[in-house]
């Protein structure tokens, strides 16, 4: 009943979906841990394009290669936009290659490419940068003296300063205490954004439709 009266109210035609409860919508009947697991089984009652309320938020699901490739490519124009982020919202302004949309995201987008290609990307310049690095990742594998390590540590150190060569004209040193706090604060705001819990409060933050695709 909440499902069709908000649906009545707001005079959308919305997709199927499995009956939500008021404030906390179909959370409780919910993977947590793996929402995915959830959308894909109500997508075989109700089809591949469902709506979901997590809490008070209404979301419309994509589920399927059919689906989400009819939204991205067939009718890319009316899919283009980006749901917002809150806290990012209020610290950028909109602004942002991330939180920016339509023609503020297209004129961000063609100065980004024009400015990095005159730092060198895509040029010469850039390989020398790569291979430069290349010669300081080994060195750091050699030093662990074949001790059984984490490589992604060492990587994301290796391509973040290729991006701080193209974009500051600088590297760091891998033990350079503020470029690993750096690398450590990004990673968590990676990380937290791609669990469950932080694919869930964004939408439950979001004051407008979000859209998850699920291939």
Not at 88 to 113: C, E, M
Not at 128 to 139: G, N, T, V
Not at 164 to 172: D, H, I
Request: proline share 6%; charged share 20%; hydrophobic share 45%.
């Amino acid at each position: 009943m909440v499902v069709r009266w908000k649906r009545k109210v707001s005079g959308l035609s919305l997709p199927p979906g499995p009956l939500a409860l008021p404030l906390v919508g179909n959370l409780l009947i919910m993977d947590k841990r793996a929402p995915f697991k959830s959308f894909m089984q109500w997508s075989k009652t109700y089809g591949p394009v469902i709506t979901v309320y997590l809490g008070p938020q209404r979301i419309v699901v994509l589920v399927g290669y059919d689906a989400v490739k009819e939204a991205l490519l067939d009718q890319a124009e009316d899919f283009a936009s980006r749901a917002p982020i809150p806290f990012a919202n209020r610290v950028v302004k909109g602004y942002g290659l991330v939180i920016s949309n339509g023609d503020r995201w297209r004129q961000l987008r063609r100065f980004t490419l024009t400015t990095l290609r005159d730092f060198g990307m895509g040029r010469k310049r850039m390989e020398q940068w790569i291979q430069d690095e290349s010669r300081h990742l080994l060195k750091s594998f050699e030093e662990t003296k074949c001790a059984p390590v984490d490589p992604v540590s060492f990587l994301s150190r290796a391509v973040s300063n290729v991006i701080c060569s193209l974009v500051f004209g600088q590297r760091f040193d891998y033990e350079d205490k503020n470029f690993l706090q750096l690398l450590q604060v990004l990673s968590r705001v990676v990380r937290f954004g791609s669990s469950p819990w932080g694919q869930v409060s964004r939408c439950v933050m979001s004051p407008v439709l979000c859209f998850g695709f699920l291939f």
